[in-house]
């Protein structure tokens, strides 16, 4: 038998940080988190699973009008024909607060089961001759700190035992903390399978026992890069004996940093963009939105940027024609630096030629990195959410001070 995990649907939610252009989808991309479901209901039907759990965030707030509802019903339908349970529950996103009452009625199918918001609730489901008790509990409203998990019953004998849970687990960069809780609170309920949601990449947490995120449907800005879907369970004799991904996403978001150093004129970067973008072995069989950083000492500098926007749309261009239109630039960020002035000012012996000169000095290892990284943490947690998919944000240990060395010469040299 077979069941998929699903969670953060976040049906019908804005993909944003599109920029507006000639030719950028804008329009079209507002459908991507419905095609995303239409994929999951094919995908279910095609493996003839018997279940699909969805942990939480399935709307994303109330709904603006009834056609949200009325589309997740007819997808609901659909899986009802086949012979399909569905069971979720609320999250931050789609708390019992959040969600108004007239508008559930569009929900109420007899293979939809939403799970209780104010105590965990145990719902007994006979699926294709096997006997599951699925363990959850919803959102009562958009902000509980308060540990679910740990009030969960044990599970239930000779009965194959799921737990659905919306959490942040300890924390992950990027998302609030909700529901927070431990992995021994999770394992220590001995169930088969422990389903999750909230944060939007995908990962195993554990084997033994099976406790994973499914990850988003579908991808809605770059900070939720790579491909997005669900978790495809095979169970034989009440044992999770496979456990696979599988892609849903309509768009993909994709990160491409080039390092034009040593370019001699704009043609040669747009060659080596060109070269980047196809070194991804994609076939394109979904669109992409890529956002470019370019970056790298160089002669071309003083090209591009005497004439930036007539390069930024020949990289356009140049990206829809070597994809059949299928990649959007979705942000072009140039941050080359003039190699005569660097030189200048590295050579210095004030000012920023030795910060410069610091900077290469310091060893990766040393803790003044850790201590950096941390800080950096600590005012990411503050931003707002449309500034926490920057790029500085993503950058690694190792490349932490190349990034800064970067970002300083990117800022002063302009002025000198």
């Not at 991808?219 to 009440?238: P, V, W």
Request: contains cysteine.
């Amino acid at each position: 038998m077979k069941l998929i995990h699903a969670a953060d649907l976040h049906l019908d939610s804005p993909l944003r940080n599109l920029e507006r252009y000639e030719g950028a989808p804008v329009d079209a991309l507002r459908g991507a988190t419905r095609r995303a479901l239409e994929n999951l209901v094919t995908l279910a039907i095609q493996e003839q699973v018997a279940l699909i759990l969805i942990a939480g965030d399935l709307y994303d707030g109330d709904w603006r009008d009834y056609n949200t509802g009325l589309f997740f019903h007819r997808q609901m339908s659909k899986l009802r024909e086949a012979n399909i349970q569905v069971v979720w529950l609320s999250g931050n996103h789609d708390a019992a607060s959040e969600i108004t009452k007239t508008m559930r009625a569009v929900e109420q199918l007899p293979n939809v089961h939403r799970l209780a918001d104010k105590a965990p609730q145990t719902l007994h489901l006979n699926v294709r001759g096997l006997d599951v008790a699925i363990h959850g509990q919803g959102f009562p409203n958009k902000s509980v700190k308060d540990n679910l998990a740990a009030t969960y019953p044990m599970a239930m004998r000779g009965l194959f035992n799921i737990g659905l849970l919306h959490t942040s687990l300890e924390g992950k960069p990027g998302h609030d903390s909700y529901a927070p809780c431990k992995l021994e609170d999770l394992s220590s309920k001995n169930y088969h399978y422990f389903a999750l949601g909230h944060i939007h990449k995908q990962e195993i947490i554990s084997r033994e026992p099976w406790i994973a995120f499914a990850g988003n449907i579908q991808g809605r800005h770059i900070g939720e890069a790579g491909a997005k879907g669900c978790l495809l369970l095979t169970i034989n004799n009440h044992e999770v004996t496979a456990v696979e991904s599988m892609p849903l996403d309509v768009l993909r978001w994709r990160r491409c940093r080039i390092d034009v150093t040593g370019a001699e004129d704009a043609e040669s970067v747009l060659e080596l963009v060109k070269t980047a973008l196809l070194s991804n072995n994609s076939t394109w069989e979904r669109p992409e939105a890529v956002r470019i950083e370019i970056f790298g000492v160089c002669a071309a500098h003083v090209e591009l940027n005497r004439q930036l926007e007539q390069w930024i749309n020949e990289l356009r261009a140049q990206a829809a024609d070597i994809s059949n239109g299928r990649i959007w630039l979705e942000k072009i960020h140039v941050h080359t630096q003039d190699q005569t002035t660097l030189q200048n000012v590295e050579a210095s012996e004030h000012g920023l030629g030795l910060l410069l000169q610091a900077i290469q000095t310091l060893n990766p290892s040393d803790s003044i990195l850790a201590r950096l990284e941390k800080e950096r943490n600590t005012l990411a947690a503050k931003l707002p959410a449309e500034l926490k998919h920057e790029s500085w944000l993503q950058t690694k240990q190792s490349e932490v001070f190349t990034t800064l060395r970067e970002d300083l010469m990117r800022i002063i040299l302009p002025n000198l």
